[in-house]
């Protein structure tokens, strides 16, 4: 019990002393920096899967590139 009360005791004081943590306006900036990264991100896969993907359905009009590819060999 007492080296588990010395490593809480350690990581509190590390956690206030010695960790450099953001500025509310440094964290403010990198999170929409990474919610306009997922949004491009997001973007482009959905992009890429209607390009490139194949509907599932059988009478679907788009089929993708890759299901035209396949349609040739059939």
Known sequence: MSKFKT???ETVN???HNVSWPTWKELQNNTIIV???TLI?????FVMDF???I???EKSAWKG???FIYQMFN
């Open 35 to 37: 919610v306009i990264a």
């Open 51 to 53: 390009v490139f993907g």
């Open 7 to 9: 490593y809480i005791d």
């Open 41 to 45: 991100f997001a973007v482009l896969i």
């Open 55 to 57: 509907s599932g359905e």
């Open 14 to 16: 590390e956690m206030v």
């Open 65 to 67: 590139l890759l299901g």
